[in-house]
């Protein structure tokens, strides 16, 4: 790319991320030559000046717009060019455009277009009529269109609607009047939603806005979302319009300004009537296409963002960690799925068991798992939160309760997206013989070990922690959520030798066929015990080295480093500092206290400076840290295991599952997530709820609205239990809208809208679980 363009890109980029030109010029080179953002966020600091992954994804993102805005602007330059019609002034107003859409309102008039009622209107000679209008106020335009009159054109009334064609076509083509217009319709824009006539019942879930209006401006993503939704079901007529009253007349105004329409003359009554007609019938149209299509834009990026936020919270949630686990995924006919992992997630043992009717074996499925603890030394069960998870909670709880000696503890874990792993190609290839049902609980069981490590094997879309995912951009919300993945995979490292080829696949520089390619030379040729043992791997090259090695860890290796984050690169510097210290490798790390004591500018060099240098000391400090918080489990009070058993003012324990723009909803035990509307997450006003809660957080609730016929739960996380609500908040009215549904929840289980009140109807369409 050009140097020109290649600076306006760094120092755009620059302000957008809050860093200089020269940190985005090092950035854009490394990610241009194949680094990954979490090899360059983590192993060249000194090279960017300390852009961390946040900053790195923004860039990678305004780099490929910005990149096609240049290509655009080079094409619309060489068209215009080619049409002999590029001035310097046009030249510069393009060479200055920040977004396409001021390119493409500048490039209008010069585009190439089928052809239109004004240029058959030039054809037909009026365009002198059009510009005597324009130039004399005071004559009659239907005098002047008298002499107009042809074969082609019979009356005065076609004249003059052929000249008010021409004048409205270059009033439409006019960009600095597209962008006043636009930065007005931005500002004062009203959307409107009413139901249409005979589809009240259809549409129930989106009563909400059968009669509904706001300011554009102001329209949060899942309202805007329901209402799209809603109106690509044909239930809503959905439109973004000026005030009626006031907005209208102001925008007709200002395409009237254009023409410089002052006076009262005939010409000018006639002009004004001419820009009337052309913002109704032309402009407002187009003006409301374009804030259609920022908003449905805007609602998008920021259904993504909560989408991408939940699913980081969730891959990073606490590891119960390497222990023989038995997964339970429950069922009630079916019978409950039992599978048995060792602790490195090996499949030991299956079986299915029938607690429940109609052979309400009881007794048999508690002996069965009884053998099951006591011949693999279970130290976790696991218990899929579908259908009938309560009941099998109770099973377990009460053999526990009666079972001798040492007890496994009891976890209830979100099955979301496991059955879409038990249905799958990569299922299929590693358990092959196995029922797809049985499946889904060893997924259950090695969630419990280790989320990470589990859900990577899974599309993130199908996990469920989000709003609308069916109705944003899928590309775009693709390539989100694989970021977080990636992030979140390289954050907490991953064991070479335990590693699935999955995880192993979303490692910085690896890919799917590097990670099969490692697993096959691990069966082949045993553990690793050396990081530079990659390098014998098929197609692994050294590129791919530099980029993965630093993220992949060897416990009880040759190399001591090897289990540390520290990159194969800087191992001289580390050994630097252990000479410093006098002692053994070994023991030096983990002796916090003594390496607090270097001064890491002492050990600097050409290659690596204090960024660096301070990593190593850190990782040495604390080598192979998981940055996970530790294991802890929420406890559902006994008794309460339908939503029947509710009652207001119940203090409940349980689980964040998703986190939405107007609140949390979370797991009680009941089959049925309640919500804490965001007015009732804390005794202070919450504009975003995730300043509160996180999927995955413990919380304590208490339980404000049950409403059983409509499976709605409302919880609050307030001191008062809810009674009173903050005067702020929601849509100003203490509570929040949604509509339309979600795949936000596990499988098997419903959490319809909180009930009114406090709540409002704020989950007017109910997250279904798959």
């Not at 396409?100 to 000679?125: S, V």
């Not at 792993?421 to 196995?434: G, K, Q, T, V």
């Not at 390496?595 to 190593?616: C, E, S």
């Amino acid at each position: 790319m050009a140097t020109a363009p290649a600076s306006r890109i760094h120092r755009t980029i620059a302000t957008d991320i809050g860093a200089r030109p020269e940190q985005v010029g090092a950035a854009v080179q490394l990610l241009d030559e194949g680094a990954t953002v979490p090899f360059v966020a983590r192993y060249r600091k000194e090279v960017t000046g300390g852009l961390d992954d946040t900053q790195l994804r923004l860039l990678a993102d305004r780099l490929s717009y910005l990149r096609e805005l240049e290509v655009r602007r080079a094409a619309i330059l060489e068209s215009i060019k080619g049409q002999d019609k590029l001035t310097e002034e046009l030249a510069k107003s393009i060479a200055g455009a920040e977004t396409k859409a001021q390119l493409e309102d500048l490039y209008l008039p010069y585009k190439p277009k089928r052809r239109t009622r004004a240029m058959i209107a030039r054809e037909n000679g009026l365009g002198p009529l059009a510009e005597a209008i324009l130039a004399d106020r005071t004559a009659d335009p239907e005098a002047l269109a008298q002499a107009y009159v042809t074969d082609e054109v019979p009356s005065v009334k076609d004249a003059l609607n052929g000249a008010r064609d021409i004048v409205a076509e270059s009033l439409s083509e006019d960009a600095d009047l597209i962008g006043r217009l636009r930065d007005f319709m931005q500002k004062e824009a009203v959307l409107s939603a009413k139901v249409i006539e005979g589809q009240e019942q259809k549409g129930a879930k989106f009563s909400d806005y059968f009669d509904h209006r706001e300011k554009w401006a102001d329209v949060p993503s899942h309202r805007a979302l329901a209402m799209m939704r809603a109106s690509n079901e044909g239930v809503l007529s959905v439109d973004i319009a000026p005030d009626p009253e006031t907005g209208a007349a102001r925008a007709e105004a200002m395409v009237a300004a254009v023409l410089q329409v002052s006076g009262d003359g005939p010409g000018d009554q006639w002009l004004r009537k001419t820009a009337g007609w052309t913002w109704r019938v032309k402009l407002s149209l187009s003006m409301m296409l374009d804030l259609m299509g920022d908003l449905r834009k805007r609602a998008q990026d920021e259904a993504i963002k909560v989408f991408a936020r939940n699913l980081k919270d969730l891959l990073l949630a606490a590891p119960a960690g390497a222990k023989a686990t038995i997964g339970l995924d429950p069922g009630i006919r079916t019978g409950v799925k039992v599978a048995v992992v060792d602790a490195t997630g090996k499949l030991l043992d299956t079986d299915t068991v029938y607690p429940f009717q109609p052979k309400n074996d009881l007794r048999g499925a508690q002996a069965t798992l009884a053998a099951l603890i006591r011949k693999h030394d279970a130290a976790l069960i696991a218990i899929g939160n579908g259908t009938a998870s309560r009941e099998t909670e109770k099973m377990v709880a009460d053999l526990l309760r009666d079972l001798p000696g040492a007890k496994p503890t009891k976890v209830v874990v979100s099955e979301a997206g496991a059955s879409v792993y038990s249905a799958s190609e990569l299922a299929a290839r590693e358990f092959p013989d196995l029922d797809v049902s049985l499946r889904g609980a060893v997924s259950i069981a090695r969630r419990l070990q280790d989320p990470l490590a589990e859900l990577v094997k899974i599309e993130p879309k199908s996990i469920g922690v989000g709003q609308y995912q069916h109705d944003v951009d899928q590309y775009q919300l693709g390539r989100a959520l694989e970021a977080v993945v990636e992030d979140a995979v390289n954050a907490v490292g991953v064991d070479l030798n335990m590693a699935s080829a999955p995880l192993l696949a979303r490692v910085s520089g690896l890919g799917e066929s590097l990670a099969e390619a490692i697993v096959a030379h691990r069966n082949a040729n045993g553990a690793f015990r050396t990081r530079q043992q990659l390098l014998d791997v098929a197609r692994l090259g050294p590129r791919a080295f530099e980029q993965c090695a630093g993220f992949l860890r060897i416990s009880d290796g040759n190399e001591p480093l090897d289990a540390s984050a520290v990159h194969p690169e800087a191992y001289d510097v580390a050994r630097r500092i252990v000479a410093a210290c006098g002692r053994d490798l070994r023991s030096l790390m983990g002796d916090e206290k003594r390496l607090q004591g270097l001064d890491a500018q002492d050990f600097t060099d050409t290659t690596f400076g204090l960024p660096t240098v301070r990593d190593i000391l850190s990782e040495l400090a604390k080598p192979g840290r998981d940055p996970r918080p530790s294991f802890k489990t929420a406890s559902f009070a006994e008794g309460v295991e339908d939503i029947k058993d509710l009652k207001p003012g119940m203090s409940l324990e349980g689980t964040v599952t998703n986190v939405a723009a107007f609140g949390a909803f979370v797991d009680i035990g009941v089959h049925q997530d309640g919500l804490v509307h965001v007015s009732q997450l804390a005794d202070r006003f919450v504009k975003d709820p995730h300043e509160v809660v996180k999927a995955g957080d413990i919380v304590k609730v208490r339980v404000t609205e049950v409403d059983v016929p409509r499976n709605r739960i409302g919880l609050s996380m307030r001191k008062d239990g809810g009674k009173s609500a903050p005067a702020r908040g929601g849509d100003g009215r203490g509570r929040d809208k949604f509509s339309g549904k979600s795949s936000a929840k596990p499988p098997q289980r419903k959490a319809e809208s909180a009930s009114n009140g406090a709540l409002g109807a704020a989950l007017a369409d109910a997250l279904k679980k798959r």
